[in-house]
């Protein structure tokens, strides 16, 4: 008997989860991979940045794992209104849910909803062309800037600030978004971390990149860098700090841009009254490993404050969670009878695309030693017809895919251009997009 598996998000963790099922020796399979948006991939398409073309080409492998027998992307299906959780445990012997981490953490100090303080987060999936954030979502009409945190998503949105639009013309970033990069103002941007470069999150490729930035001088302050002995750092921290301390001596070549990487500074209050004006910070030290207020403060001016202090996941109908560690509690990947959990629901938002894979595996192994085939009674296809709920499917998501290589080629551009919103999808692959007032009824449980 064939065993039915329904996965419920289509980033990696998802996918690496749906390639674990239908790799394993243990019996027959049939793979659902569910997803609210109508594309798949997750992050790999609207939070990897579009100039990290080497890791997007991960879309390559992800595309064969949907490809392959017994797998089947079920797209445009949101878990709350279109299916259950309940639903799910009635149209499959077993539900993984994958869907990532899709909120910005809060920092908790006075001014964070300002106008102008805004989550990068937000400002990855604009760049990205993620059809919850429109392109009018942001301009760049900011001259100074300051990203607090000093993780790889910081990395990211300082780059894509520091670059020129041209330097984004030949990567799927939308026209839209494209147009208003070229419009930015942006002349200065702070990165600021609350502890000292040995600490940071970035890894040494990506710190790299900011140093071979064409349109923007890079520097840090010599006694902010300052490490000491080095020899107790892992290699991967001391290259950070090598680098972080070589840009303290480099003198400013009068790029248009200039990035000040910042340590030894947390925010305390995001100043202005109607908007952003500033950050005030303090300088810390760490007391027995912990990060301590030195009392002595500083303010840097901004127009824009970004927040870059991490992903976290938001809870799903009918789904247990932990608000605490803001995951899905689990053991092994196991979250209660016949319901699971992989990715960063499952362990929070760490580690590289990869680790997905080795963490699925784990999910796999927990769910093949206890789920039972024929143990679901009803079909998720009549469940989706008796609601008039039509899922995207694979082919729908190839008719987008040429719909966004035929827009690029038009626009003499890379290989692909994202289109904008869920209707520009649905209408490229000749579907009508559905109206508020055609929405099905929802679920019961
Ligand atoms: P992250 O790596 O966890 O970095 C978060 C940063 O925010 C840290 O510097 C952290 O400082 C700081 N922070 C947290 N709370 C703060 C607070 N209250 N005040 C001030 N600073 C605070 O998170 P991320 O940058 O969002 O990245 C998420 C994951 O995606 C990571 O695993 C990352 O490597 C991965 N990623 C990878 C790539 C790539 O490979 N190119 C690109 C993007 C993202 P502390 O260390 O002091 O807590």
């Given at each position: 008997m064939t065993l039915r598996v329904a996965i419920v998000g289509s980033g990696p963790a998802g996918i690496y989860t749906a390639e674990a099922l239908t790799k394993q020796s243990e019996g027959p399979v049939e793979v659902d991979v569910l997803e609210r948006l109508p594309t798949p991939y997750g992050l790999v398409r609207?939070?990897?940045?579009?100039?990290?073309t080497s890791i997007k080409s991960i879309a390559g492998y992800l595309q064969r794992v949907l490809e392959t027998p017994g797998v089947r992307f079920l797209g445009g299906l949101e878990l709350g209104s279109d299916v259950s959780a309940g639903d799910l445990l009635s149209c499959y012997d077993a539900v993984v849910y994958c869907t990532g981490a899709m909120v910005d953490r809060r920092l908790g100090v006075p001014g964070e909803d300002l106008p102008g303080s805004v989550a990068a987060t937000d400002f990855v999936n604009w760049y990205c062309g993620h059809p919850d954030v429109p392109p009018e979502t942001f301009s760049l009409d900011a001259e100074e800037i300051v990203v607090i945190g000093v993780g790889n998503v910081a990395v990211d949105v300082v780059r894509i600030m520091a670059k020129t639009a041209d330097e984004l013309r030949g990567t799927d970033v939308p026209e839209e978004v494209l147009e208003r990069l070229a419009a930015s103002r942006v002349k200065r941007i702070h990165m600021v971390g609350r502890r000292g470069a040995e600490h940071a999150k970035f890894t040494l490729k990506e710190l790299r990149e900011l140093g071979d930035l064409l349109n923007a001088d890079v520097l840090t302050f010599p006694d902010e860098v300052e490490v000491g002995d080095l020899t107790a750092l892992s290699r991967q921290v001391r290259g950070n700090v090598d680098v972080l301390r070589s840009w303290s001596s480099r003198p400013p070549a009068d790029r248009p841009r200039r990035l000040e990487v910042r340590f030894w500074l947390r925010p305390v209050e995001i100043l202005g009254v109607s908007h952003v004006e500033g950050v005030r910070l303090e300088r810390t030290r760490l007391e027995d490993g912990r990060v301590t207020g030195t009392g002595e403060f500083e303010t840097i001016p901004a127009d824009m404050v970004m927040r870059s202090v991490g992903y976290q996941s938001v809870a799903l109908p009918g789904v247990p969670f932990d608000s605490a560690s803001m995951t899905v509690p689990n053991v092994a990947g196991k979250v209660s009878d016949r319901q699971f959990v992989a990715g960063w629901l499952k362990r929070g938002p760490t580690g590289v695309i990869g680790t997905n894979k080795s963490d699925a595996a784990e999910t796999v192994r927990t769910l093949l030693a206890e789920a039972v085939p024929g143990t679901a009674t009803a079909r998720l296809d009549d469940l989706l017809n008796a609601r008039g709920v039509c899922a995207v499917t694979y082919k729908d998501w190839l008719s987008i895919e040429a719909a966004e290589a035929e827009l690029a080629a038009g626009l003499k551009r890379g290989e692909r251009v994202k289109l904008v919103g869920r209707d520009a999808m649905l209408t490229a692959c000749g579907r009508v997009a559905r109206r508020a007032s055609e929405a099905p009824e929802a679920p019961s449980s």
């Amino acid at each position: 008997m064939t065993l039915r598996v329904a996965i419920v998000g289509s980033g990696p963790a998802g996918i690496y989860t749906a390639e674990a099922l239908t790799k394993q020796s243990e019996g027959p399979v049939e793979v659902d991979v569910l997803e609210r948006l109508p594309t798949p991939y997750g992050l790999v398409r609207y939070g990897v940045a579009p100039d990290h073309t080497s890791i997007k080409s991960i879309a390559g492998y992800l595309q064969r794992v949907l490809e392959t027998p017994g797998v089947r992307f079920l797209g445009g299906l949101e878990l709350g209104s279109d299916v259950s959780a309940g639903d799910l445990l009635s149209c499959y012997d077993a539900v993984v849910y994958c869907t990532g981490a899709m909120v910005d953490r809060r920092l908790g100090v006075p001014g964070e909803d300002l106008p102008g303080s805004v989550a990068a987060t937000d400002f990855v999936n604009w760049y990205c062309g993620h059809p919850d954030v429109p392109p009018e979502t942001f301009s760049l009409d900011a001259e100074e800037i300051v990203v607090i945190g000093v993780g790889n998503v910081a990395v990211d949105v300082v780059r894509i600030m520091a670059k020129t639009a041209d330097e984004l013309r030949g990567t799927d970033v939308p026209e839209e978004v494209l147009e208003r990069l070229a419009a930015s103002r942006v002349k200065r941007i702070h990165m600021v971390g609350r502890r000292g470069a040995e600490h940071a999150k970035f890894t040494l490729k990506e710190l790299r990149e900011l140093g071979d930035l064409l349109n923007a001088d890079v520097l840090t302050f010599p006694d902010e860098v300052e490490v000491g002995d080095l020899t107790a750092l892992s290699r991967q921290v001391r290259g950070n700090v090598d680098v972080l301390r070589s840009w303290s001596s480099r003198p400013p070549a009068d790029r248009p841009r200039r990035l000040e990487v910042r340590f030894w500074l947390r925010p305390v209050e995001i100043l202005g009254v109607s908007h952003v004006e500033g950050v005030r910070l303090e300088r810390t030290r760490l007391e027995d490993g912990r990060v301590t207020g030195t009392g002595e403060f500083e303010t840097i001016p901004a127009d824009m404050v970004m927040r870059s202090v991490g992903y976290q996941s938001v809870a799903l109908p009918g789904v247990p969670f932990d608000s605490a560690s803001m995951t899905v509690p689990n053991v092994a990947g196991k979250v209660s009878d016949r319901q699971f959990v992989a990715g960063w629901l499952k362990r929070g938002p760490t580690g590289v695309i990869g680790t997905n894979k080795s963490d699925a595996a784990e999910t796999v192994r927990t769910l093949l030693a206890e789920a039972v085939p024929g143990t679901a009674t009803a079909r998720l296809d009549d469940l989706l017809n008796a609601r008039g709920v039509c899922a995207v499917t694979y082919k729908d998501w190839l008719s987008i895919e040429a719909a966004e290589a035929e827009l690029a080629a038009g626009l003499k551009r890379g290989e692909r251009v994202k289109l904008v919103g869920r209707d520009a999808m649905l209408t490229a692959c000749g579907r009508v997009a559905r109206r508020a007032s055609e929405a099905p009824e929802a679920p019961s449980s």
